[in-house]
């Protein structure tokens, strides 16, 4: 049997009519689907996204499900902050301790993160982050009660602070803020407080003096906070210039005039132990401040590009005024111009461009190093680890300067440089009341640790050393 060799025109034809034959059937299909589709009940649509607005009748915030791509940076930040603490700080601060001291040094940062957290499911996450009056939050979430709705349904109610991801999660991300500012105290007063007096000034300083303030700035009813439309003082602190480092320092100064100076001092452990807690807390820090943005969006990354360049200026120029004043540049000097600069920039890192983060940085350096010297030196103080020097001086920086640099593009209110001169003296009227505060109540707080169990170690056991009187081992 033999077949014709096929024309062209055969061809053409019989690819025109297996075209044909598709067209139909994809219409078949498309038709049986669109079908389906309305068949299929309103009801299945699922519940809607949760979602912030500055009108509350159109917020969402009940039965709502939450941003998978902002819960996963703020998880991220979770952990990133919570770094800083453990092992960063510890690290950070025991490179400069007396070898003697070390284990004390890391046990204080490991036992502060465990009773903060415990005290923080109790209530202090409630009378901080919840609302109530303008200068503490109520109980409602006091032992995490009513914190999920249904994790089987993927639906809850969120934090008003933050609409787009579990309460949960934000808990948690601000709990690692209030583990580290009285984490950062204890720089001050190291080598020389008892332990058990450390974790009564500790928990008390939280419960009096760390909720109201984080209320007071960050609270959605808070009198200081730029976010609540009836504040009384509209001050801008991204990530904690006030609540964290200007807080933390000066019940730090406080913690030094009471206790008095150690009875000898020696040189640093390792500074290395102090070079890694010092990179640990830079790479944590893109999650205090890019994490505070409490979105995987554009101002989370501009605040972590304006983070890393104010914190490179600083370092860098401590090293150099260093340089110049005493000779030779140190490894514990750069570390500490790079955490002044981290300080500096947190409370503006949502707030300025990448200029204003130079300019920051530049003057974190220089006056941190003043602080951390000349301002020392001057009044007489031990703060062993400079953490008013650092932090206090700082964070107060970097507060008066958000107001300076503030961009309206980048944070929704313009600063000094474009023409909004109020805003400097907010963040002075800020800087004030957190500082005045805090120095009355933690001077008291240390007060009645004192008179009940006493602050200070005896002559014998500073001697010896905290880690083997107190704890019972030694660093070989």
């Known amino acids: 049997m033999t077949f014709k060799k096929p024309t062209r025109a055969g061809l053409l034809a019989l690819a025109l009519g297996v075209l044909f034959a598709l067209f139909l059937s994809m219409s078949v299909i498309d038709h049986s689907y669109a079908e389906e589709a309305a068949a ?65 040094t890391v046990m204080t940062s490991f036992a502060i993160t465990c009773l903060i957290s415990i005290l923080w499911l109790i209530f202090t ?84 003096v760390y909720s109201p303030i984080a209320h007071w700035v960050w609270g959605p009813d808070g009198f200081l906070a730029s ?41 640093n452990h ?33 605040a972590m590009t304006v983070t890393h360049m104010a914190t490179a200026s600083a370092a860098f120029t401590w090293m150099l005024v260093e340089w110049m004043m005493r000779g030779k540049p140190t490894v514990v000097g750069i570390c500490t111009g790079a955490v002044a600069g981290l300080v500096a920039i947190t409370p503006a890192s949502g ?19 003043w602080g951390c010297t000349g301002l020392k030196h001057m009044l007489g103080y031990d703060d062993a680890l400079d ?18 640099f503030a961009v309206e593009q980048y944070g929704g209110t313009a600063g000094l440089i474009e023409g909004n001169a109020m805003q400097v003296v907010n963040q002075i009227e800020g800087i004030v009341i957190v500082f005045v505060y805090d120095a009355i109540v933690s001077l008291i707080i240390l007060k009645i640790v004192d008179i009940f169990i006493g602050l200070r170690v005896s002559d014998e056991v500073e001697r010896e050393g905290l880690d083997l009187a107190l704890h019972g081992e030694t660093v070989h």
Not at 241 to 251: D, F
Not at 277 to 297: D, H, K, R
Not at 355 to 368: D, T
Request: proline fraction near 6%.
């Open 40 to 104: 299929a009940p309103a009801a299945e649509a699922g519940p809607p996204a949760c979602a912030g607005n500055p009108d509350p009748k159109l917020a969402v915030l009940e039965k709502c499900t939450p941003n998978s791509g902002d819960t996963a940076w703020m998880l991220t930040s979770m952990a990133l902050v919570l770094m800083m603490t453990i092992p960063g700080l510890g690290l950070f601060y025991g490179g400069m301790v007396r070898k003697k001291n070390v284990g004390d």
């Open 125 to 208: 996450y409630s009378l901080a982050f919840r609302s109530g009056t303008p200068f503490i939050g109520g109980l409602d979430r006091a032992f995490l009660q009513g914190i999920v709705s249904d994790i089987s349904k993927g639906i809850g109610n969120p934090n008003p602070l933050a609409p787009t991801i579990p309460e949960t999660v934000y808990l948690c991300f601000q709990l690692t803020f209030a583990i580290i500012t009285p984490a950062l105290i204890a720089g001050a007063f190291a080598e020389r407080m008892k332990f058990s007096a450390m974790l009564w000034f500790i928990g008390l300083w939280a419960i009096f």
């Open 227 to 267: 976010g609540n439309s009836d504040a009384w003082v509209k001050v801008l602190d991204f990530a904690g210039g006030t609540v964290v480092h200007i807080n933390s320092g000066v019940a730090g100064l406080m913690a030094c005039l009471v206790l008095g100076k150690r009875k000898d001092t020696g040189p």
């Open 270 to 302: 390792n500074m290395v132990l102090t070079f890694i807690g010092a990179s640990l807390l830079w790479v944590g820090w893109f999650g205090f401040n890019a994490g505070s943005a409490v979105s995987a969006g554009m101002q989370a990354g501009m």
């Open 351 to 369: 707030f300025v461009g990448p200029l204003g983060s130079l300019c920051i940085g530049i003057a974190a350096g220089i006056l941190c190093y």
């Open 387 to 404: 953490a008013f020097g650092v932090h206090a001086v700082g964070g107060a920086v970097g507060a008066l300067l958000t107001g300076v």
